[in-house]
């Protein structure tokens, strides 16, 4: 683990961390009212939600992982800015800060 600039592929903050989770809880209540509205049998509502918030953060840190090893994330210390491999704005004094040239945001 080491710090990184913001912005770089794979970079985890407690923020984000935080919102993941919140996402998978708002999935696991809506799950549930809908459930209950169609006339579905009845959910135990802690596993549920329990789920669903393991969930939003597990694909969360997934996505970090896959972002750090599989995007190439370069790094300019003369502008002190984060740009992607196919970036046309990417200066030629950024330097490769991790990652292979296998994914994209695109």
């Given at each position: ?24 809880l708002?999935?696991?209540l ?26 939003g ?11 750090a ?6 790094y ?8 992607q ?19 994209t945001n695109?």
């Open positions: 683990w080491r710090k990184v600039p913001s912005g770089t592929n794979g970079g985890i903050t407690w923020n984000g961390i935080f919102w993941s989770v919140v996402g998978g708002i999935i696991g809506s799950t549930i009212i809908l459930d209950s509205m169609s006339a579905i049998s009845p959910l135990n509502v802690i596993p549920v939600i329990l789920f669903s918030s393991s969930c953060l597990l694909g969360s840190l997934i996505d970090s992982l896959l972002g090893t599989l995007q190439q994330t370069y300019d210390p003369e502008s002190k800015l984060v740009y491999q196919d970036d046309p704005q990417k200066p030629s004094s950024a330097k490769l800060l991790l990652g292979c040239n296998l994914l695109e």
